[in-house]
């Protein structure tokens, strides 16, 4: 799960920790004590990869919800990610929604404090998942399920709970004590190919002004290697439901990233901008 009390933003972010490659699995058996050690090998990784700041993307997102589609491309820079919309569900922005959008891209560039801000929020979210992170091996039990043949390779398959003896140390890892799930684990790469997490009972989290989550709730997610050895969630989906103030919210979201490209190492946030606002997204075909 992905320093700022957790708001109903980040939560997505947060529990993007966990990442899918879909196969067919048969039971084999593991070499005794490598069950741990492959999940923790590929845990550990996934901390690596997470505190990784020297291979940033260009890609393209597409998030949706049961009554609103929005596709963005992205640009990782060393000050922070920087964002155009670029279609509405799945059509191009009308020529009065794009004037908007360069409007708030040429703002973005006369007042750097909107990026100092985004980039803290992006800061804190990624401190969150570290905590997370950190604390998966301990806070579930890790059973072998199986072994698969993808096309990305050998994977291999765990069911997890909580684990009893687990004591959460903050709020962020809270939700762990209620979670179950599988996790599947690309053998050769050694990273986290699937998660699939189910909320077996409600969850009292008090992350700013989310109060609950409700019991039932699901989480999917998928990530894949998108070039030169770096993997990145390409596929989110997440459907709980909790307590907002005094208000019940549902979460029913959607998030497919695609078309990834590697950027300069260097690259500043003003120069993400000129880059975005110079290019011309054929935004109806490419968004999907």
Known sequence: MN????????LPSLISVFLLVTAAY???????GENDALVKRALAAELRAIQDKR?????????????FTASKEILETRDGAVARLIAVNDKPLSQEDEQKERARLDLL???????????????????????VLRALPSAFLYQFAGSADSPAGKVQKFTFRPNPNFDPPDLETQVLTAMTGEIWIDAT???????EGHLQRD??????????????????????????????????????SGRVLFRNKIFDTVQDQSQFAPLPLDLSY?????MLRTSQPDAARNTR
């Open 270 to 274: 003003q120069q993400a901008v000129q």
């Open 3 to 10: 320093a700022r009390l957790m708001s109903v933003r980040s």
């Open 55 to 67: 291979h940033p993307l260009r890609y393209r997102l597409r998030k949706s919800t049961p009554h």
């Open 203 to 240: 969850v009292d989290i008090g992350w700013g002004i989310l109060a609950r989550l409700n019991k039932g709730g699901w989480i999917v997610i998928e990530q894949s290697d998108v070039g030169e050895r770096q993997w990145r969630i390409v596929h989110f989906q997440m459907q709980m």
């Open 26 to 32: 048969g039971q084999t058996a593991l070499p005794p």
């Open 189 to 195: 790469g050694e990273r986290v190919a699937r998660l």
């Open 109 to 131: 560039l006369i007042d750097p404090s909107r990026q100092r801000h985004r980039k803290m929020a992006e800061d804190d979210d990624s401190g969150r998942a570290n905590k």
